[in-house]
Every structure is written in structure tokens, then in C-alpha cells.
């Protein structure tokens, strides 16, 4: 929520803003009311609320003035201006200085409504374009950070981030707040709430004394504030490791331990070349206990992963185009899979499928599926910002998912995701160069519904962020398979 602080010299005036406006509805939380000005000065500049409500004439300070030495202050708070009739023309000096807005007494609750719709959405592209300009930093990786730049505090040596993984954040952002001298902003990645913290000394064992019960990722500390994207993966590494042990808690971050996994694939791969196949599906569905017992974390998943399924490539080759098994970074599989169980799982049943069925290219009436592959294509470039999932287009397609699999490969040259990905970032491209949509209405639209996915995704396969490649002169190359449609 939006934090605001109410300043007017009369108490009643105060006691009527606090309780006529509707500020849950809006997103707006009243962190203090104030009839001292100078008391209220020190406040807002302690706690940088988003929103300040002044009245304009007041002893000492008058709302002009305060307004004045926010914007002295450097801070980016929209202030609203509280007039009497009589004061219009002051209104209008503040709106000149930068004021939001102002409201006339007596207050209007109808026209109060109005005017918090306005903040709350100005409020909201301000969020959004934080949040954007900080996710490009982190996807740049420049060299030197300048905090300020992003809206992040620098009053202390050290940085720390930390993620949160759950609905009520506000719990961890008001226990922030209570320590003062943390100083902290705070954005959404992949709809978790990452804190960029910062403070003298390591939080870890301060937030686990608090036993939070959401999950909680935590990255080491750093006194310079260019490592501030390296922090951000370090928390998102942690708070991904629910993904293994499907608990929640505080989770710090963990060097990875992948080596000391070679003994446990060297045992799986070894067991698929002698085709056993129970002893793998009972050691693949051991390894969820196992990486909980020896706490690995989502890197080492990967590297485990990724390992096995060359393994099952090499071995099965002409049969490995017929199921749904890729080469997956930790950020792919934690959105593809509900966890580390149901992984092992789909592990088992497209390696125990493929030494069970014959191939597809086999038998007396084999259709070379031209005609399937043609109508699910065409689907695909029509319904390309929907969820598709690859079991559901083959259903409506009358196959099974592992034939599905097959005609991909054969046909494209790619899986299924790829050839997903690269239909959704053509579009996207296009939007990019012909429109004037937000990244974020442009990631939605291209059907992703997490931005900091689909701008990594998008910088991974073109090599700059969408923002930059906005900048670019229209790109005509890398077209579609049209197979006909």
C-alpha cells in the first residue's frame, strides 16, 4: 500500500481527512497525522512517505513551504494541497511549485473519490516505472550503480536483498519500518516483493527470530552497490528453495554444491544404460528427500537436471524428439513444474514411456502427421498470448502429447517451448516496433504473465532488453514456420 502522512493545524480537520476518505479502497495507508508542521517535516523525511496531505496555511510552516523543503529534500512525494475558498490562489502557487492537486474545505467525500482515483493512478506508474527502470538494471548488469538513480537509499555501507514469496508482505514491510535505521525500497519481480535493503549490518538472523511464515529468500551482504542484481539472484535462489522442500521459512542463500551431486547422476546415468528401469524410478522419486536432506538449492537441481536428461538424450536418441524433456535453467522449471516432486515424477513416466512404445515412424499406417502439425501451428499463431499447454492443444488435436512432441521436432527443428517462445517474441518484437504499449501491456499480451520472465527471455534471445530494443531500427528477420498457414 501507499503510505501517507495528513498535516493540518486544526485537530478536527485532521480527525475528518483521516476518517471521510477511503484510502483502503485506493490502496493508501495513513502512517501519521500531524498538527505540527515541523513535527510532520521530521517525520517525512524519516519515513519518505508516497503521499503528503497539507493544509496551506498553518503556523511556522505553511503548506508551501513544506512542499518547498520535501522537494529541497529530494524526495519524489506527491503532495496534495488542503485550501479553504479564501486561499484558491495559494492552491494555484502550490500547484505551480509542483503540488499533486489540492482539496477545498469543507471536504467533498464524492470529489475526494475522484481525486484519489487520479493519485492512486500516478501512484501506480510511478511503481511501474521503478519497477521497469530497476529490472533493466538488473538484466544490464552495469558496471557502477548510482543508487539514486533507482530510487535506492545509500545513507549506509552494506546492501542486502530479500524476497518475499507470499500474499501478506505487508508484514515484513511494517517490520522494516519499525527498525530505524533500515532504510529500504521495495519492487515486484515474478510476483514476489523483493526488498532492496539498506543497512550497516546482516538481517539474517534478525527475520528468522521473527519465524515469518511465508517464504522468505535471503541474499548474502555487499558494501557496494553494483552488486546490488548479483544480491537479487542470490535472494531469488533462496526463496526458490521451497520449490525443493515445499515449506516455508527463511532460506539463505547457498553457494552451490553441484560437484558433490556427480556421485548420485553418475549412479542414475548408469542405471539407464543398463535399461532398470524400477531402480530409476525408485532413486528418481528418492531425490526430492535427498536434495531436502543435504539442503541443495534450485541451481543444483538444475545442474542435476540438465546432466540426466543429455543422458537420456544420448541413449534414447531417435525416441528423445518424442517426449516433453528439455535443458532447463532453475527460472524454467520452477514456473513449468509444482515443485520438485511433481519434476522427479514427469522424469520417470517420458523416460518409462520411451522404453515402452515403439517409434512413431513404425507400422503399416503411419501418417506423416504433415496436416496435424500444419492445423496446431496455425492455432498456435492465432492463440499465441493464451496459456497453451502442449497436452491440451494435443488433445484438441486428437494425439497424445508424446506424438505431439515428435511432429514438433520433425517438422520446426525445435520443442514445442521453443517454437512457443519464438512465435511469442516475434510478436512481441512487432509490438515493440509498431506500437506504443507498455513493456508490461506487451508482455501480457505475448502471453507472458510475469514481465521479469519474459525480459529476461526476451534479452536471452535477442541480446538486449525489450527497452533497448525499442530503441533498434525495425528488425523483418527471424519469420515463422507457417507450415501452409
Known amino acids: 500500500m501507499y503510505r501517507v502522512i495528513i498535516v493540518d493545524d486544526e485537530p478536527w480537520t485532521l480527525q475528518g481527512i483521516c476518517e471521510t476518505f477511503e484510502w483502503e479502497k485506493y490502496n493508501l495507508d495513513v502512517i501519521g497525522a500531524y498538527t505540527s508542521a515541523t513535527r510532520a517535516m521530521q517525520e517525512i523525511l524519516e519515513k519518505k512517505p508516497d503521499v503528503v496531505f497539507t493544509d496551506i496555511r498553518m503556523p511556522i510552516i505553511n503548506g508551501i513551504e513544506l512542499l518547498a523543503s520535501i522537494r ?12 479553504g475558498f479564501g486561499q484558491f490562489d495559494y492552491a494555484q502557487q502550490a500547484i505551480k511549485e509542483g503540488a499533486f492537486d489540492y482539496v477545498l474545505k469543507p471536504i467533498d467525500k464524492d470529489a475526494t473519490g475522484l481525486l484519489l482515483e487520479r493519485l492512486q493512478s500516478k501512484l501506480d506508474l510511478k511503481s511501474e516505472d521503478k519497477n521497469r527502470k530497476i529490472i533493466e538494471m538488473i538484466l544490464e548488469e552495469p558496471e557502477v550503480i548510482v543508487p539514486e538513480q533507482y530510487g535506492i537509499p545509500n545513507k549506509h555501507q552494506n546492501y542486502q536483498v530479500v524476497i518475499w514469496d507470499g500474499q501478506n508482505s505487508r508484514e515484513f514491510h511494517d517490520w522494516l519500518k519499525q527498525e530505524k535505521e533500515i532504510d529500504f525500497t521495495d519492487i515486484t519481480i515474478s510476483n514476489q516483493k523483493c526488498y532492496i535493503i539498506n543497512y550497516p549490518h ?17 541474499s548474502r551482504i555487499s558494501n557496494s ?18 520449490f525443493i522442500t515445499k515449506q516455508p521459512g527463511s532460506y539463505l542463500y547457498k553457494v552451490k554444491q553441484s560437484q558433490n551431486l556427480m556421485p548420485l547422476i553418475t549412479r542414475i546415468t548408469s542405471i539407464l544404460d543398463g535399461e532398470r528401469l524400477i531402480e530409476f524410478s525408485q532413486l528418481v522419486g528418492k531425490m526430492p528427500q535427498i536434495f531436502r536432506e543435504n539442503q541443495y538449492t534450485v541451481e543444483d537441481l538444475s545442474f542435476c537436471w540438465n546432466r540426466i536428461i543429455v543422458h537420456v538424450e544420448q541413449i534414447l536418441r531417435n525416441k528423445f524428439d518424442n517426449i516433453e524433456l528439455e535443458l532447463f535453467d532453475w527460472q524454467q522449471f520452477i514456473t513449468k513444474y509444482d515443485g520438485m516432486d511433481c519434476m522427479c515424477q514427469a522424469l520417470i513416466n517420458e523416460v518409462q514411456y520411451c522404453y515402452s512404445s515403439d517409434d512413431f515412424e513404425t507400422g503399416d499406417n503411419f501418417d506423416d502427421g504433415s496436416s496435424t502439425i500444419s492445423k496446431i501451428i496455425k492455432y498456435i499463431n492465432h492463440h499465441y498470448g493464451e496459456q497453451l499447454k502442449l497436452k491440451e492443444i494435443s488433445q484438441m488435436f486428437y494425439i497424445n502429447k508424446n506424438y505431439g512432441c515428435f511432429l514438433f521436432k520433425r517438422y520446426t527443428g525445435m520443442t514445442y517451448s521453443e517454437y512457443l517462445n519464438k512465435v511469442r517474441m516475434q510478436h512481441a518484437k512487432e509490438m515493440l516496433a509498431s506500437t506504443s504499449y507498455t513493456i508490461s501491456e506487451i508482455s501480457d499480451k505475448a502471453g507472458y504473465t510475469d514481465y521479469f520472465y519474459f525480459s529476461k527471455l526476451f534479452k536471452k534471445m535477442y541480446g538486449m532488453t525489450p527497452t533497448k530494443y525499442r530503441q533498434q531500427p525495425i528488425d523483418n528477420g527471424d519469420k515463422l514456420v507457417s507450415m501452409g498457414g
Do not use: C, R, W, Y
Open 72 to 83: 529541497k529534500n529530494g524526495l519524489d512525494t506527491e503532495v496534495i494541497i488542503i485550501s
Open 225 to 242: 552497490a553494483s552488486d546490488i542484481p548479483k544480491l537479487i539472484t542470490q535472494a531469488s535462489v533462496a526463496v526458490a528453495s521451497v
Open 202 to 218: 546482516d538481517l539474517s538472523e534478525m527475520i528468522k527470530q521473527q519465524k515469518f511464515t511465508e517464504a522468505i529468500g535471503i
